[in-house]
């Protein structure tokens, strides 16, 4: 007699930054959900893959009848993954989370599922151990510098109808300096590598995986999602000899920071592994914006960072990044002013994206922002996404900051225009004058990149922008009619970061580091 597989469902939970609920299929899908269900036994488990963003978000009704699900997601999609685990729950199955609010406030998220991971993916194996014994632990720990030997099975993406054009890749996890505003110190992700033979027979997996007819099997190109691709220099040269004595890879492209750049030797060593594109970590050419969010690497290097450009760009590769703003320094004026120039800048492409600077939970920048005050009233931790202004008291009333990000988000081409960016492409070609055409390709959709959350923005979605008074997506509100008051508070109602004075909500107080409690508390000197 054969016993039924019990199932096991891995959904990568989403929200969109226009705030509706359409599905987006751009090439950098998430990847930790693919990490979690390769290390789920599939001859014992009948394992499903599924990506809200690739797939879209589901209804009511639509999530399927499965004994144990894993929901995993970025800050901002927490409150997804609490509405995913009501409407898991109600069919019957087992809820385990993880992601960075499970990693650094465990106890707080363990009152929505039945089991949180905290740290990497790496105590999947544990949780599945326990389900089958039915001793599931409320809370399971995996250090962000462990890195167990397991095979990523590519395969998932292909049986999921998940696409794109690229190969994703991990070289490495985390990363050794400390933004303000990043995520990855505040979780203790110190960068740790994978080695060079993983990476490899992860390169073929990968490329053996997609159909035999398929651009990434016949002309294949890699983008390493590394936090920090080059933190360490000796491993990262050893790659790059690796990966330019692989025969089947045609090109790859990686995120590093800005530091790196200015290594010419390592740079030129890229070039000839087939590097073709380098995501780096600019993000600002603002001096105060630098100073203010702790990028010492920027700043060490700013001023020949056109220089380093234009040599890495000599070389064959092509520079990208992101462009962050931060209200509190910066008025809409500045802001205008910045997004204009960057379009004149030849050595540099224009930025793949903006962003508003966000107080990400846990990070240094929140714990300051929450000492000083400087959040809206009533923020909620769906607002961090990057589109949304969080702070308040700047230099600029909440309806030119709502216009701004109106013209930033949605009329990309008020700043800068399809025809200015597609000839500032045809000058950086002609100056480099050398290069496959497939170069020249990336090149132009490197500076059209921007004009991508323009077109895919839902025109029926009317947002003002502003964190604590902004729409909210659609799904808050799926959930079935007889739901409980109960559960409708602790499932569908957002996370609230601040209250209607800008204070912490006392959740979060419980978390504040013990040093800043202290200061909080310090006695009067003068009575």
Request: charged share 25%.
């Amino acid at each position: 007699m054969t016993v039924a597989r019990k199932k096991v469902a891995v959904v990568c939970a989403t929200f969109n930054n226009d705030r509706s609920a359409k599905p987006d299929r751009y090439w950098l899908q998430p990847q930790s959900g693919l990490q979690i269900a390769s290390q789920i036994d599939r001859e014992r488990y009948d394992v499903t893959l599924h990506h809200e963003m690739w797939h879209g978000l589901y209804g009511v009704d639509d999530v399927p009848a499965v004994d144990l699900v894993f929901l995993t997601g970025l800050q901002r999609d927490f409150d997804r993954q609490r509405q995913l685990a009501y409407l898991f729950k109600r069919k019957g199955a087992v809820t385990v989370a993880g992601g960075s609010i499970c990693t650094l406030f465990p106890d707080f998220a363990a009152e929505f599922f039945d089991a949180v991971c905290a740290g990497g993916v790496d105590s999947v194996p544990d949780v599945m151990r326990d389900f089958a014994h039915g001793q599931l632990r409320r809370l399971y720990i995996s250090a962000p510098t462990s890195i167990s030997d397991y095979r990523v099975d590519y395969r998932l993406l292909g049986e999921a109808g998940i696409g794109g054009q690229l190969h994703l890749v991990e070289a490495s996890r985390g990363c050794d300096f400390a933004c303000s505003f990043c995520t990855v110190p505040a979780e203790r992700a110190r960068h740790t590598t994978f080695g060079v033979d993983r990476v490899l027979a992860m390169i073929d997996d990968a490329i053996d995986s997609s159909p035999w007819w398929s651009m990434k099997r016949r002309y294949p190109i890699v983008s390493f999602i590394d936090n920090n691709f080059a933190n360490d220099g000796p491993y990262t040269r050893e790659l790059c000899a690796a990966l330019r004595r692989h025969p089947r890879l045609k090109g790859w492209g990686a995120l590093v920071t800005q530091d790196i750049l200015r290594d010419h030797d390592l740079i030129e060593q890229m070039a000839g592994a087939k590097c073709r594109i380098l995501f780096t970590g600019i993000e600002s050419l603002d001096p105060a914006f630098l100073k203010a969010n702790n990028k010492r690497q920027n700043v060490k290097y700013a001023d020949t960072l056109f220089e380093d450009v234009a040599f890495a760009r000599r070389r064959g590769i092509v520079v990208v990044y992101g462009y962050l703003f931060d209200p509190r320094v910066t008025t809409t004026a500045e802001m205008t002013a910045q997004a204009e120039e960057l379009a004149r800048i030849e050595v540099l492409t224009y930025p793949s994206y903006f962003s508003f600077i966000a107080p990400l939970l846990g990070t240094r920048l929140f714990w300051d922002s929450a000492e000083r005050g400087e959040m809206r009233p009533h923020l909620r931790l769906r607002d961090l996404d990057g589109t949304t202004i969080a702070y308040h008291g700047g230099r600029d009333s909440d309806e030119e900051l709502s216009r701004f990000a109106e013209t930033v988000f949605r009329h990309t081409n008020r700043l800068v225009s399809r025809r200015r960016l597609v000839l500032k492409s045809l000058r950086m070609s002609w100056q480099t004058r050398r290069g496959h055409l497939v170069d020249h390709a990336v090149l132009l959709n490197a500076n059209l990149r921007v004009m991508h959350e323009m077109h895919i923005a839902s025109r029926g979605v009317h947002r003002n922008y502003l964190g604590g008074a902004d729409i909210l997506d659609p799904s808050y509100s799926w959930f079935p009619p007889d739901i409980s008051p109960e559960d409708r508070r602790r499932y569908f109602d957002p996370i609230l970061i601040t209250d209607g004075e800008s204070r912490l909500q006392p959740w979060l107080e419980r978390y504040r580091p013990a040093a800043r409690r202290a200061l909080r508390v310090r006695p009067d000197p003068t009575g």
